[in-house]
């Protein structure tokens, strides 16, 4: 193996490596992101209305349960009830259309 052959074998691992560690930091930064989309809700009364993280390990979600709203923190220590409200808005399904 001459010289020329080494720096471009190992010029392709620290391409390859670089690009597996640019895909790692962008799943972490952007992978909550991905599976939620803009869909409507299925039929039903329990749905997530908004999803937030607070740190690595603990998430605040406000999930709707028919005609309450409630305010949840989930993490590794255990889930707990922050609040829970009326629901501003009454659901996509149930609203009268427009005429």
Do not use: N
């Amino acid at each position: 193996m001459d010289p020329i052959e080494a720096i471009r074998a190992i010029g392709a691992l620290i391409l390859v490596l670089g690009l597996i560690l640019g895909m790692a930091w962008a799943v972490r930064k952007y992978g909550g992101r991905l599976g939620m989309t803009g869909a409507q809700p299925r039929a039903g009364d329990l749905r997530v209305v908004e999803f937030r993280s607070l740190d690595m390990r603990r998430k605040l979600a406000v999930v709707r349960w028919g005609d309450r709203e409630h305010l949840l923190c989930i993490g590794p220590a255990g889930d707990c009830v922050v609040a829970e409200r009326a629901a501003l808005e009454p659901a996509v399904d149930q609203q009268e259309p427009v005429q």
